[in-house]
């Protein structure tokens, strides 16, 4: 089993930064893809950022620019620095994480990310 542990949300004003963070726990052997997805209320969940083994990153498109996302394998964490943040990037924020050959998926708790205006 693998444990998921996100941190780095809170409340911030527009324009503002935060990073996030993630942290893999348990039976891990190999990280495959590690992604940030983010819920507004009354909305689906959606992609935000993913980040490979490899170090290749993918990013939705209207978020290019602002947010970046990176790892640090020898402590499986990955982060996503979100910058310029606009109050339509309140959500909840969730790590996911493909592993151990991308056979099995996780899901973190999630972290509340708010922006005022």
């Known amino acids: 089993q693998v444990q998921l542990v996100e941190s780095g949300g809170g409340l911030v004003q527009a324009g503002g930064s935060l990073r996030l963070s993630c942290v893999a726990s348990g039976s891990i052997f190999s990280m495959n893809t590690m992604r940030w997805y983010r819920q507004a209320p009354g909305k689906q969940r959606e992609f935000v950022a993913e980040?490979?083994?490899?170090?290749?990153?993918n990013y939705a498109d209207s978020l290019k620019g602002r947010f970046a996302i990176s790892r640090d394998e020898a402590k499986n964490t990955w982060y996503l620095q979100m910058n310029s943040l606009k109050p339509e990037d309140t959500a909840v924020f969730y790590c996911?994480?493909?592993?151990?050959?991308?056979?099995?998926?996780?899901w973190g708790q999630g972290t509340q990310v708010t922006v005022s205006s």
């Open positions: 980040i490979s083994r490899s170090g290749r990153t």
């Open positions: 996911n994480l493909l592993c151990n050959a991308y056979t099995e998926n996780y």
